[in-house]
């Protein structure tokens, strides 16, 4: 106390800082995308999802390209023969050889997937958005649409619809969309409710654009990042599903050629000629696994708050 | 709460109208009739059978009749089998398929809880990281799939465990271990993550502070709170189970209601495929509307903003 008294005011003068200085910022900014891409990056699970889907994505397309063999060319003479020369994965019971089957089957799975999720994105984004927006008597009459729909066990469903359809892949991801929605109308519902209220929708309405307007160009891009997770859960459902619907009967049927087509020839042969099996199990599995994967990680680096 | 059970009953009772009537409509809007080797049967013969299943009436009347029966309890006769009645080839399967399935639930249940509860007791250590691979690989490998692998590892070649014939109890052990690890995948990572939640809170420190020992702590104040959650998870599955058990009773070539259910898809069985599919919407709503309800008397929380409704 006693030292203070003795320092006298003059020993003191304003820091000389230009205004344009105290503004500028210490460090890049980082935008919304690239936060995301930061906490994706450093989830392990995350990346190793997202390249095992790479990886099969690659193999679905130039796989076949590694041998000279077709998927249905049945080369009777060397039928069930596991894993020998250029038949990487071995032959099946009609000789066709199944490293090309495993990867156009792969291939047939993974396009009935994508298809289903696109069809869930536009139903489900039209309808929750349309529900969420206009709210009142639309959101009510629409919500006891959805809390039907969602009480109906889309296996009932989708068994249904296959049974009027002949199966094909359009079929298939027509009948797996009709209740596949659902899920995706409610998440982009809650999301448009809680952020219609905010002021760029105003400012946006000040200005006179159409309801249309704000949704597709102010509402949805803001809602992405929940849409984006629902996708990549959709897709692993959507190839279970199929190769559920094939193990069955119901989806694609012999001698097109999917993942759970392959699995069910394969599962007749099961105590003789195992591999047959493994091939197209590990794929189908792998795959499931690698949207899980990725779902999950995207989940944690699009909502933080979310994270546990 | 009487008002929230009327209102989830009214749903259920709709859904299952719905199902039921659009089902009824698709079926009769098959093209062609639902007799085998038709082009075989004479035309007198052919009338026959069609005025013997009620198939000449116009649709609305077959609707009504067909109504009228089915709250009956009786679900028609099968086009194939002989025409034995429909509903005692559930009567018949549905024991099987029900036993297989409960006894999945069960084993998966106790196996979720424990694997879940040690995970999140130990977060971020070895443990917790296995558990949830655990969790990850058994929500990701399809029931058909684990049970092709047990069927030709457990039953073919280390010989253990039956695989195919339905004679004992041990014939049940595969096909429902095939069932469970979806179960045990799903219960541990939601009691996993409402653990992680539930260790976080107040009272547990209050629970602590008391002096109580750790294993009143973990099972009386810990494991119950992270309880009421999981049950939330019961509802989606029984469903999976359900779907799941269609193809697991292939695979093991059980005499459950999926098998008898997959045999009437492949052989174009109307009366009872209809028969069957109202049995399943039927079960699986139940199941959905039971959980709804239990995780109301177990919430306060939810009755209460159910009430408000």
Known sequence: ?308 | MLRYTLKRLGYMVVTLWLIITITFFIMHLLPGTPLKNEEKIPPQVREQILEQYGLKDPLPVQYVKFMGNLLQGDLGKSMTLDGRNVADFIVEGFPVSAFVGSQAVIFGTLIGLLLGTIAGLNRGKLVDNAAIIVAVLGVSVPSFVMGGFLSYFVGVKLQWLPTGLWESYESSILPSLALSFGVIAQISRYVRTEMVEVLDQDYMKTAKAKGLNRSTVIIRHALRNALIPAVTVLGPLAVNIITGSLVIEQIFALPGLGKFFVQSIQQNDYTMIMGVTVFYSALIIIVIFLVDLLYGLIDPRIRISGAKE
Do not use: C
């Open chain 1, 1 to 308: 106390m006693e030292k203070a008294k003795n320092l006298s005011p003059d020993l003191f003068k304003p820091a000389q800082i230009e205004k344009k200085e105290q503004d500028a910022l210490s460090r890049k900014s980082v935008g919304y995308w690239q936060d995301v891409w930061g906490r994706f990056r450093s989830n392990l699970g995350a990346v190793l999802g997202l390249s095992l889907i790479v990886l099969t994505l690659l193999l679905a397309i130039f796989g076949p390209l590694a041998n000279n063999y077709d998927w249905q060319t049945q080369m009777l003479d060397v039928a069930n023969k596991e894993s020998f020369s250029d038949h990487y994965f071995g032959t099946d019971h009609l000789g066709r050889d199944m490293w090309q089957r495993v990867w156009y089957g792969a291939k047939i799975s993974l396009t009935i997937a994508f298809l289903a999720a696109f069809l869930d994105v536009v139903i489900g984004v039209t309808f929750g958005g349309i529900s969420g927006y206009f709210g009142g008597r639309v959101d009510m009459v629409m919500q006891r649409i959805l809390e039907v729909m969602y009480s109906i066990p889309n296996l009932i469903v989708i068994i249904l619809m296959l049974l009027i359809f002949d199966p094909g892949i359009v079929p298939v991801a027509i009948a797996m969309a009709i209740t596949g929605w659902v899920p995706m109308a409610r998440v982009v519902r809650a999301q448009v409710m809680k952020l219609k209220s905010q002021e760029y929708v105003l400012a946006a309405r000040t200005l006179g654009a159409s309801h249309a307007r704000i949704l597709l160009k102010h509402l949805i891009p803001n809602v992405m990042g929940p849409i984006i997770i629902a996708v990549t859960f959709a897709i692993p459902s959507a190839i279970f599903f199929e190769a559920f619907l094939a193990f069955i009967g119901l989806g694609i049927r012999p001698p097109e050629a999917s993942l759970g087509v392959l699995i069910n020839d394969a599962s007749t042969y099961l105590q003789i000629f195992p591999y047959q099996l493994i091939y197209p199990s590990v794929v189908l599995s792998i795959i499931i696994l690698s949207f899980n994967l990725l779902g999950d990680g995207l989940r944690d680096a699009l909502d933080p708050r979310m994270r546990k």
